[in-house]
């Protein structure tokens, strides 16, 4: 039986030098079947962005990077997600507690995942 895959919503903020900062709707997502230590962030327009979901843990206590993508701790309450590409740097901020809420479902859907 193949494991649930998780997907949750989150609204970050684009950080620019602008004075007011940009909303912008990310799908996270996990799926244990496909790579089960990865995390994927899609944006709107297509842009998506798959990385270690070690990292996205690791960066919300300290700074943690891993080839284009950064995570850093911004604050108690938020956390800052640096996008690296050929175009440039995207830099999102969320809040932690909804990163957190996201980490949570894909380890409970890694442990219901059928063990090879």
Known sequence: MPAATV???????I???????RPVRVAMSYEPDEDPKAVRFD??????????????????R??????????W???????????HSADGVSVVQFDTTVLKSFLR???????TAPRA
């Open 7 to 13: 997907e949750d919503h989150a609204w970050g903020r």
């Open 73 to 83: 701790p911004c604050g108690r309450v938020q956390a800052v997600v640096e996008f």
């Open 43 to 60: 944006f709107p327009g297509g842009t998506g962005w798959t990385f270690p979901r070690e990292l996205l843990e690791s960066g919300l």
């Open 15 to 21: 950080v620019t030098d602008a004075p007011q900062y």
């Open 62 to 71: 300290a700074p943690a990077r891993s080839g284009d993508v950064e995570v």
């Open 105 to 111: 479902h894909t380890y409970a859907a890694a442990a």
